[in-house]
């Protein structure tokens, strides 16, 4: 756990190899991280999560690690009841998210899909591929890259998640 992590109310952390919470990221309440293998897994498992510097995750989102979830510095996982899913019975795949991302609420994350750097993604989405493009809005089901940000976007999706966030984080 880096400097200045916040860790809210009624947050669960279970299972997995490793945990690792950046400097001045935050758990705020109610989310459920865990890693519960499968005993029938037929692939080898990377049980890890990593929460980057200055990244947040709100309220009641469910994160499963059976397999790798990384999120990227300072990106924000908003609003409520998302859910990121490694495993799929037998198999897992890893789900990345990258820096400055802003994911909205009630998302789903298939095993194996990652978002990229700067973007936002809309409410409901459901990402079940990897999406390469960055500093666009990524909406629908399933998830595509919609618009291209405007400096507007741009600003939100880079401005400090924190207050007392450095400016090295």
């Known amino acids: 756990m880096g400097d200045h992590v916040r860790i809210g109310h009624l947050n669960i952390i279970r299972g997995g190899d490793l945990v690792s919470l950046g400097r001045y990221s935050e758990l705020i309440r109610m989310n459920e991280i865990n890693s519960i293998p499968e005993p029938d897994a037929v692939n080898p498992l990377d049980p890890r999560f990593t929460l980057g510097n200055g ?83 990524i909406a629908g089901v399933p998830a595509r890259p919609v618009k291209e940000l405007s400096a507007e976007d741009q600003f939100l999706v880079e401005r400090k998640t924190r207050p007392d966030l450095p400016d090295d984080v």
């Open 55 to 137: 990244s947040i995750i709100t309220a009641g989102h469910k994160i499963d690690f059976t397999d790798r979830v990384e999120i990227g510095r300072r990106s924000i996982i908003g609003g409520r009841n998302s859910s990121l899913w490694t495993h799929n019975r037998q198999r897992t795949l890893p789900i990345t998210i990258g820096d400055f991302a802003y994911v909205g609420s009630e998302i789903r994350m298939a095993p194996g899909s990652s978002l990229p750097s700067r973007c936002v993604v809309g409410i409901g989405s459901v990402i079940t591929k990897k999406i390469d493009t960055s500093g666009w809005l």
